[in-house]
């Protein structure tokens, strides 16, 4: 029903990224999607890979501070609108989204994950609206 995100926060400065991405490769876990926001000091590195619950073990082990969130993934067709109508599904009954961020990009698609107050409303909403839901064995693989 959701994907495991996995958010970091890290230092903003150098070569803490590359430390995040070391950790997991030496792991044998794929980045499959990423989102980083920074401050001068700090960023959040969201992530969606192909392990989570290890992935969240291997960066606290190498003194990340790692939390898995819930978020709702949408394939939206890349047609004018439908981010218009998906939102409007969403806000029309009193959901905020909290964050959203692009997964997939192809020529006739793409795919948002999304974080509101009301994940599990959300994917229902969403849904009922005809909109196409993607799966986690859809996006990553959790048999690494």
Do not use: C, W
């Not at 958010?7 to 150098?14: G, T």
């Not at 949408?74 to 218009?84: D, R, S, T």
């Not at 793409?110 to 509101?116: D, H, R, V």
């Amino acid at each position: 029903m959701f994907l495991k995100q996995l958010s970091v926060f890290i230092e903003n400065r150098e070569g803490r990224l590359e430390r995040v991405s070391e950790a997991l490769s030496n792991e044998n876990i794929n980045i499959i999607f990423l989102s980083l926001a920074d401050t001068n000091e700090y960023g959040l590195l969201r992530m969606i890979v192909s392990n989570p619950e290890k992935a969240k073990e291997v960066l606290r082990n190498a003194g990340f501070s790692a939390i898995l969130t819930d978020v709702v993934a949408v394939n939206l067709p890349h047609e004018v609108g439908k981010l218009k109508n998906m939102l409007g599904a969403i806000s029309n009954n009193g959901i905020n989204v909290e964050y959203m961020y692009s997964i997939l990009s192809g020529m006739k698609s793409g795919a948002l994950a999304i974080k509101t107050s009301d994940n599990e409303k959300t994917y229902k909403l969403l849904k009922e609206n005809g909109f196409e839901l993607l799966k986690s064995e859809q996006v990553y693989n959790e048999d690494n």
